[in-house]
């Protein structure tokens, strides 16, 4: 199995800043995509980016295009996003997403989230 931890959120103002990051363990070789995905309170979870294993193919939600990136260590088995010229539309909770193989099968692990408050 692959267990993924999420660290860096909080509270910031408005067109403000914040890094975070999802530290994987497990099964980190069987990793291909990783990726992240918030949820705000009596919404749907949604997802915000992706990337695939090498960042040869990385996705966006039209929402944070421009605004947020998506990078990924794997000699670290990190992910991170960092999130730039945040709204109050923003604030939710921030779950780390990873897509590991396991006899043939993809299968989904999930961190527990972080909460981002962004302050208007």
């Known amino acids: 199995q692959v267990q993924l931890v999420e660290s860096g959120g909080g509270l910031v103002q408005s067109g403000g800043s914040l890094r975070l990051s999802c530290a994987a363990s497990g099964r980190v070789g069987s990793i291909s995509t990783m990726g992240w995905y918030r949820q705000a309170p009596g919404k749907q979870r949604e997802l915000v980016a992706t990337?695939?294993?090498?960042?040869?193919?990385?996705d966006y939600a039209d929402s944070v295009k421009g605004r947020f990136t998506i990078s990924r260590d794997k000699a670290n088995n990190m992910a991170y996003l960092q999130m730039n010229s945040l709204k109050a539309e923003d604030t939710a909770i921030y779950y780390c997403n990873a897509v590991f193989w396991s006899f043939a099968t993809p299968l989904n692990s999930w961190g527990r989230g972080t909460q981002v408050t962004v302050s208007s």
């Open positions: 990337i695939t294993s090498s960042g040869e193919s990385i």
